[in-house]
T-cell receptor
Framework: DGGITQSPKYLFRKEGQNVTLSCEQN?????MYWYRQDPGQGLRLIYY???????QKGDIAEGYSVSREKKESFPLTVTSAQKNPTAFYLC???????????FGSGTRLTVV | KNQVEQSPQSLIILEGKNCTLQ??????????LRWYKQDTGRGPVSLTI?????NTKSNGRYTATLDADTKQSSLHITASQLSDSASYIC???????????FGAGTRLTVKP
Protein backbone atom coordinates (compact mmCIF):
# COMPACT_ATOMS: atom_id res chain seq x y z
CA ASP A 1 0.00 0.00 0.00
CA GLY A 2 1.23 3.49 -0.79
CA GLY A 3 1.51 5.88 2.07
CA ILE A 4 3.61 8.02 4.33
CA THR A 5 5.05 6.62 7.55
CA GLN A 6 6.25 8.54 10.56
CA SER A 7 8.20 7.03 13.42
CA PRO A 8 8.26 6.83 16.31
CA LYS A 9 4.68 7.58 17.31
CA TYR A 10 5.81 8.85 20.73
CA LEU A 11 9.21 10.34 21.57
CA PHE A 12 10.61 11.70 24.80
CA ARG A 13 13.53 14.08 24.87
CA LYS A 14 15.66 15.26 27.73
CA GLU A 15 16.70 18.86 28.00
CA GLY A 16 19.73 19.58 25.80
CA GLN A 17 19.30 16.53 23.56
CA ASN A 18 18.86 16.41 19.82
CA VAL A 19 16.25 13.99 18.51
CA THR A 20 15.39 12.92 14.96
CA LEU A 21 11.91 12.18 13.68
CA SER A 22 11.59 9.88 10.70
CA CYS A 23 9.33 10.37 7.68
CA GLU A 24 9.24 7.94 4.75
CA GLN A 25 6.89 7.89 1.76
CA ASN A 26 6.41 5.43 -1.09
CA UNK A 27 4.02 7.59 -3.09
CA UNK A 28 6.72 8.86 -5.44
CA UNK A 29 5.86 12.40 -4.35
CA UNK A 30 8.40 15.10 -5.11
CA UNK A 31 7.53 17.47 -2.27
CA MET A 32 7.67 16.77 1.45
CA TYR A 33 6.80 18.96 4.41
CA TRP A 34 7.16 19.12 8.17
CA TYR A 35 4.51 20.81 10.29
CA ARG A 36 4.14 21.42 13.97
CA GLN A 37 0.72 21.26 15.63
CA ASP A 38 0.01 22.88 18.98
CA PRO A 39 -3.35 22.94 20.79
CA GLY A 40 -5.62 25.74 19.60
CA GLN A 41 -3.38 26.67 16.68
CA GLY A 42 -3.27 25.82 13.02
CA LEU A 43 -0.45 23.73 11.63
CA ARG A 44 2.74 25.72 11.20
CA LEU A 45 5.31 24.95 8.52
CA ILE A 46 8.81 24.09 9.74
CA TYR A 47 10.63 23.02 6.57
CA TYR A 48 9.75 21.81 3.11
CA UNK A 49 11.56 20.17 0.24
CA UNK A 50 10.52 20.10 -3.39
CA UNK A 51 13.38 17.98 -4.73
CA UNK A 52 16.19 15.82 -3.46
CA UNK A 53 19.11 17.67 -1.87
CA UNK A 54 17.12 20.87 -1.61
CA UNK A 55 14.95 22.22 1.19
CA GLN A 56 13.58 25.55 2.36
CA LYS A 57 12.77 27.08 5.72
CA GLY A 58 9.15 27.50 6.66
CA ASP A 59 7.60 29.89 9.14
CA ILE A 60 9.17 28.39 12.29
CA ALA A 61 12.48 26.77 11.22
CA GLU A 62 14.58 27.98 14.16
CA GLY A 63 15.82 25.09 16.30
CA TYR A 64 15.10 22.49 13.61
CA SER A 65 17.11 20.92 10.80
CA VAL A 66 16.28 18.58 7.92
CA SER A 67 17.92 16.63 5.12
CA ARG A 68 16.63 15.23 1.85
CA GLU A 69 19.19 12.74 0.60
CA LYS A 70 16.56 10.44 -0.91
CA LYS A 71 13.24 11.18 -2.52
CA GLU A 72 11.48 8.85 -0.10
CA SER A 73 12.90 10.24 3.13
CA PHE A 74 12.73 13.60 4.90
CA PRO A 75 13.94 13.32 8.52
CA LEU A 76 13.51 16.19 10.96
CA THR A 77 15.99 16.86 13.76
CA VAL A 78 14.78 18.83 16.75
CA THR A 79 17.89 20.41 18.20
CA SER A 80 18.60 21.63 21.72
CA ALA A 81 18.21 25.16 20.35
CA GLN A 82 14.45 24.60 20.06
CA LYS A 83 13.27 25.96 23.40
CA ASN A 84 9.72 24.64 23.33
CA PRO A 85 9.77 21.39 21.36
CA THR A 86 6.83 19.63 23.01
CA ALA A 87 4.27 19.30 20.22
CA PHE A 88 2.69 16.99 17.66
CA TYR A 89 4.76 16.81 14.48
CA LEU A 90 3.21 15.98 11.14
CA CYS A 91 4.99 15.06 7.94
CA UNK A 92 3.23 15.43 4.59
CA UNK A 93 3.97 14.87 0.94
CA UNK A 94 2.45 15.99 -2.32
CA UNK A 95 2.84 15.44 -6.03
CA UNK A 96 3.89 18.24 -8.37
CA UNK A 97 1.19 20.72 -9.22
CA UNK A 98 -2.02 21.60 -7.52
CA UNK A 99 -2.46 18.53 -5.39
CA UNK A 100 -3.30 18.19 -1.77
CA UNK A 101 -1.19 16.72 0.95
CA UNK A 102 -1.00 13.17 2.18
CA PHE A 103 -0.19 13.25 5.87
CA GLY A 104 1.59 10.79 8.08
CA SER A 105 0.13 9.71 11.42
CA GLY A 106 2.34 12.08 13.38
CA THR A 107 4.93 11.93 16.14
CA ARG A 108 4.20 13.31 19.59
CA LEU A 109 7.37 14.73 21.11
CA THR A 110 7.54 15.44 24.82
CA VAL A 111 10.40 17.07 26.72
CA VAL A 112 11.02 15.40 30.08
CA LYS B 1 -3.53 37.30 12.95
CA ASN B 2 -4.31 33.91 11.46
CA GLN B 3 -5.39 34.13 7.86
CA VAL B 4 -7.82 31.25 8.33
CA GLU B 5 -10.35 31.49 11.15
CA GLN B 6 -12.66 28.63 12.08
CA SER B 7 -15.74 28.60 14.26
CA PRO B 8 -16.85 27.30 16.59
CA GLN B 9 -13.73 26.08 18.38
CA SER B 10 -15.65 23.09 19.66
CA LEU B 11 -19.09 21.62 19.19
CA ILE B 12 -21.06 18.83 20.85
CA ILE B 13 -24.05 17.29 19.09
CA LEU B 14 -26.21 14.21 19.46
CA GLU B 15 -25.88 11.29 17.10
CA GLY B 16 -28.12 11.66 14.07
CA LYS B 17 -28.19 15.47 14.17
CA ASN B 18 -26.77 17.78 11.55
CA CYS B 19 -24.16 20.47 12.08
CA THR B 20 -22.33 23.19 10.17
CA LEU B 21 -18.76 24.33 10.68
CA GLN B 22 -17.50 27.70 9.46
CA UNK B 23 -14.27 28.89 7.90
CA UNK B 24 -13.40 32.51 7.06
CA UNK B 25 -10.15 33.34 5.32
CA UNK B 26 -8.13 36.32 4.16
CA UNK B 27 -5.49 34.40 2.21
CA UNK B 28 -4.64 36.05 -1.10
CA UNK B 29 -4.04 34.95 -3.77
CA UNK B 30 -6.43 32.05 -3.41
CA UNK B 31 -6.03 28.77 -5.27
CA UNK B 32 -8.31 26.33 -3.48
CA LEU B 33 -9.79 25.40 -0.13
CA ARG B 34 -9.77 22.00 1.48
CA TRP B 35 -11.48 20.51 4.47
CA TYR B 36 -9.61 17.83 6.39
CA LYS B 37 -10.76 15.47 9.14
CA GLN B 38 -8.25 14.70 11.88
CA ASP B 39 -8.88 11.95 14.39
CA THR B 40 -7.14 12.32 17.74
CA GLY B 41 -3.46 11.40 17.50
CA ARG B 42 -3.63 10.88 13.74
CA GLY B 43 -2.76 12.85 10.63
CA PRO B 44 -5.43 14.85 8.77
CA VAL B 45 -7.32 13.18 5.92
CA SER B 46 -8.78 15.17 3.04
CA LEU B 47 -12.59 15.39 2.77
CA THR B 48 -13.19 17.92 -0.01
CA ILE B 49 -11.40 20.38 -2.22
CA UNK B 50 -12.93 23.42 -3.93
CA UNK B 51 -11.47 25.88 -6.39
CA UNK B 52 -12.49 29.47 -6.96
CA UNK B 53 -15.30 28.57 -9.37
CA UNK B 54 -16.92 25.86 -7.27
CA ASN B 55 -19.73 26.65 -4.83
CA THR B 56 -20.53 23.22 -3.45
CA LYS B 57 -18.78 19.88 -3.15
CA SER B 58 -20.12 16.76 -1.48
CA ASN B 59 -18.44 13.65 -0.12
CA GLY B 60 -21.04 11.33 1.31
CA ARG B 61 -22.58 12.98 4.36
CA TYR B 62 -20.14 15.89 4.12
CA THR B 63 -21.04 18.93 2.01
CA ALA B 64 -18.71 21.88 1.69
CA THR B 65 -19.69 25.28 0.34
CA LEU B 66 -17.53 28.16 -0.79
CA ASP B 67 -18.31 31.83 -1.31
CA ALA B 68 -15.15 33.27 -2.85
CA ASP B 69 -16.58 36.79 -2.81
CA THR B 70 -17.05 36.88 0.96
CA LYS B 71 -14.14 34.44 1.53
CA GLN B 72 -16.24 32.07 3.55
CA SER B 73 -16.63 28.32 3.52
CA SER B 74 -18.76 25.92 5.49
CA LEU B 75 -18.76 22.19 6.08
CA HIS B 76 -22.15 20.62 6.68
CA ILE B 77 -22.35 17.17 8.23
CA THR B 78 -25.63 15.33 7.83
CA ALA B 79 -26.99 12.60 10.10
CA SER B 80 -23.92 12.61 12.30
CA GLN B 81 -22.34 9.38 13.52
CA LEU B 82 -20.13 8.66 16.50
CA SER B 83 -17.22 8.20 14.11
CA ASP B 84 -17.57 11.82 13.02
CA SER B 85 -16.02 12.85 16.34
CA ALA B 86 -12.78 14.51 15.27
CA SER B 87 -11.21 17.86 14.50
CA TYR B 88 -12.13 19.43 11.18
CA ILE B 89 -9.51 21.66 9.65
CA CYS B 90 -9.96 24.24 6.92
CA UNK B 91 -6.90 24.72 4.70
CA UNK B 92 -6.49 27.46 2.11
CA UNK B 93 -3.87 27.18 -0.62
CA UNK B 94 -2.30 30.46 -1.60
CA UNK B 95 0.05 30.85 -4.52
CA UNK B 96 1.44 27.30 -4.48
CA UNK B 97 1.65 24.11 -2.44
CA UNK B 98 4.30 25.68 -0.23
CA UNK B 99 1.79 28.33 0.81
CA UNK B 100 -0.87 26.38 2.70
CA UNK B 101 -2.65 28.19 5.53
CA PHE B 102 -4.31 26.10 8.20
CA GLY B 103 -7.16 27.00 10.47
CA ALA B 104 -6.95 25.93 14.12
CA GLY B 105 -9.79 23.48 13.57
CA THR B 106 -13.19 22.76 15.08
CA ARG B 107 -13.33 19.94 17.58
CA LEU B 108 -16.59 18.01 17.00
CA THR B 109 -17.91 15.53 19.54
CA VAL B 110 -20.87 13.35 18.63
CA LYS B 111 -22.62 11.81 21.62
CA PRO B 112 -25.00 8.82 21.60
Amino acid sequence: DGGITQSPKYLFRKEGQNVTLSCEQNLNHDAMYWYRQDPGQGLRLIYYSQIVNDFQKGDIAEGYSVSREKKESFPLTVTSAQKNPTAFYLCASSARGNYGYTFGSGTRLTVV
Amino acid sequence: KNQVEQSPQSLIILEGKNCTLQCNYTVSPFSNLRWYKQDTGRGPVSLTIMTFSENTKSNGRYTATLDADTKQSSLHITASQLSDSASYICVVRGSDNNDMRFGAGTRLTVKP
